[in-house]
């Protein structure tokens, strides 16, 4: 699984709330609006600059805060193809991955906005095509993968009628 696209730079601890506000809670049963609004408290204009298949690109403990799945899922929704960040709050790591939604722990202080990545999934190779930089992240485990590849854990399971670690 590779990805391309171009990259959104945040912060440390962008917070569920930054991600997902709580004042549009009234567009939970409407997430394709409510993922209009995804990172609006951090960038307010995010959801409109950005393209499907961009990256978010982040520093430390990216997602924490309330356990909203709200958040990981309008990320994916608004088309972002993957997060990198130098770490995840873990129920926001499990959410993203049961969502459908590529989560890569990496060195993000070599990743610039703007900058154009290629990144494939099964060995966690991160290319910077803008700075010529090859990265590294911690592959992701077989099962994560085949979650993903799926959709998400919700039609990983419905596909093969069980969650199949292999």
Not at 31 to 52: C, G, I, Q, R, Y
Not at 65 to 87: F, M, N, W, Y
Not at 92 to 99: C, D
Request: proline share 4%; glycine share 8%.
């Amino acid at each position: 699984m590779v990805l391309r696209g171009k990259v959104w730079k945040f912060g440390d601890s962008i917070s569920t709330d930054l991600i997902c506000p709580g004042r549009y809670f009234h567009l939970r049963s409407n997430l394709p609006e409510l993922a209009k609004h995804v990172l609006e408290d951090a960038d307010p204009e995010f959801a409109s600059k950005m393209n499907t298949g961009d990256f978010v690109v982040a520093g430390q403990n990216f997602g924490l805060g309330s356990s909203r799945e709200h958040a990981p899922t309008i990320i994916k929704l608004a088309g972002v193809s993957a997060v990198l960040a130098k770490s995840f709050a873990r129920i926001f790591y499990r959410n993203a991955i049961n969502v459908g939604l590529p989560l890569l722990e990496c060195d993000t202080d070599k990743i610039s906005e703007g900058d154009e990545l290629e990144i494939d999934l099964a060995t966690g190779s991160i290319r910077n095509k803008t700075q010529n930089v090859q990265l590294e992240s911690t592959p992701l485990p077989k099962a994560m993968l085949n979650i993903l590849n799926d959709g998400g854990l919700l039609a990983h399971i419905q596909k093969h009628g069980d969650f199949k670690l292999d």
